[in-house]
């Protein structure tokens, strides 16, 4: 039997069905709005929204689309960067390069190099981390150590 909570979501045998409201708050929130403009884009009162925030579940999935957007992000710098090194290998090994911009080039791919490594790096770093917290008990200690 399906039940509304506090939050105006729905629980249908323990699992929590988000509205679309809801959805569309979790978006805007994670999408870096402030509460105002994120229960205005939900259609809600600023009380309502209020209201959804204090609930974990709502709380744990406007973390979890933030995660996503930083992911996506993440991966889209990445494909950016090695096009831009790509192209500034190809600048540098074209003969009809002139040296300044052979020169700027170089600096380029020197710089990117260990910024590469680095993020590489953080994301092992963050992987791992992410497992170890997954191994924590139930999901109220993991909760906690997501914040």
Known sequence: MKRHDTS???SDGGIRIITTKQRLAIAALASGLGPTKAAVKAHVSR?????????????????????????DATRHVRELAVAGSARL??????????????????????????????????ER??????????????????????G
């Not at 770093?125 to 997501?146: I, K, Y």
């Open 8 to 10: 105006g979501g729905e």
């Open 47 to 71: 009380a309502t929204l209020y209201r959804w925030q204090q609930d974990p579940g709502f709380a744990a999935a406007v973390r979890e689309a933030e995660d996503d957007l930083w992911a």
């Open 89 to 122: 290998l190809r600048i540098l090994a074209d003969a009809k390069t002139t040296d300044g911009a052979a020169i700027r080039a170089a600096l380029g791919v020197l710089a990117l190099a260990p910024r590469y490594r680095e993020m590489g790096q953080l």
């Open 125 to 146: 770093d963050v992987a791992e981390l992410r497992d170890l917290v997954d191994g924590l008990g139930d999901g109220r200690e993991r909760d906690q150590w997501r």
